[in-house]
């Protein structure tokens, strides 16, 4: 099974609107990453996060992590079409990545 | 610094055959692991090898195999091929898979027909 799960599976927004994902666990970690696919293409290191790290900032990314609920959280602020991409988290320990999430940004 | 580059980019194969693909790593990098993406099943790890040494592998069948060289460039090879193993194959490098960024390349699309 999938070690981290997205949530939600695609989102559609507008220009300029803020879009979170939601990722899921559910073994212990070191720590979790995400990644950005754009169609087709591999995948790109977004943002690592450590376990004993609560909130992480990089650029227009904020990425929050819950070890207690064993969740974690991409925000994408003021986004762009060009944000539109699949998104996933993965949890090194067992190199599963999730299902991701479909994003879309509408000019 | 080079990426990571995955030969060929394309393939089409026929049932019954056999077919391997080559991922060159990021200089340095000792790990590579190899993925399988499909749109029903999304990512699933294949195996991963560091120092020639297969240390991981995912739950696939036997028919999928790889191997790893004294220079880290590594190969998988899928004998018996079916029509369910299209799918885009991705190779990824790192340092260190559990604590570093993995860096991927963009992959081979294998057709079975």
């Known amino acids: 099974s999938q070690q981290g799960e997205e949530d939600p599976q695609a989102l559609s927004i507008q220009e300029g609107e803020n879009a979170t994902m939601n990722c899921s666990y559910k073994?212990?970690?070191?720590?979790l990453q995400w990644y950005r696919q754009n169609s087709g293409r591999g995948l790109v290191h977004l943002i690592l996060?450590?376990?004993?790290?609560r909130e992480k900032h990089s650029g227009r990314l904020r990425v929050t992590l819950d070890t207690s609920k064993k969740s974690s959280s991409l925000l994408i602020t003021a986004s762009r079409a060009a944000d539109t991409a699949s998104y996933f988290c993965?949890?090194?320990?067992?190199?599963?990545f999730g299902a991701g999430t479909r994003l879309t940004v509408k000019p | 610094k080079a990426g990571v580059t995955q030969t060929p980019r394309y393939l089409i194969k026929t049932r019954g055959q056999q077919v391997t693909l080559s991922c060159s790593p990021i200089?340095?990098?000792?790990?590579v692991s190899w993925y399988q993406q499909t749109p029903g099943q999304g990512l699933q790890f294949l195996f991963e090898?560091?120092?020639?040494?297969?240390?991981n592998k995912g739950n696939f069948p036997g028919r999928f195999s790889g191997r790893q060289f004294s220079n880290s460039r590594s190969e998988m090879n899928v004998s018996t091929l079916e029509l369910g193993d299209s799918a885009l194959y991705l190779c990824?490098?790192?340092?260190?898979?559990?604590?570093?960024?993995?860096?991927f390349g963009n992959g081979t699309r294998l057709t079975v027909t």
């Open positions: 990824a490098s790192t340092y260190d898979p559990y604590n570093s960024p993995l860096h």
């Open positions: 073994t212990s970690i070191n720590n």
């Open positions: 996060i450590r376990s004993n790290e």
């Open positions: 993965a949890t090194p320990n067992d190199m599963r």
């Open positions: 200089s340095g990098h000792r790990s």
């Open positions: 090898y560091f120092s020639e040494t297969q240390r």
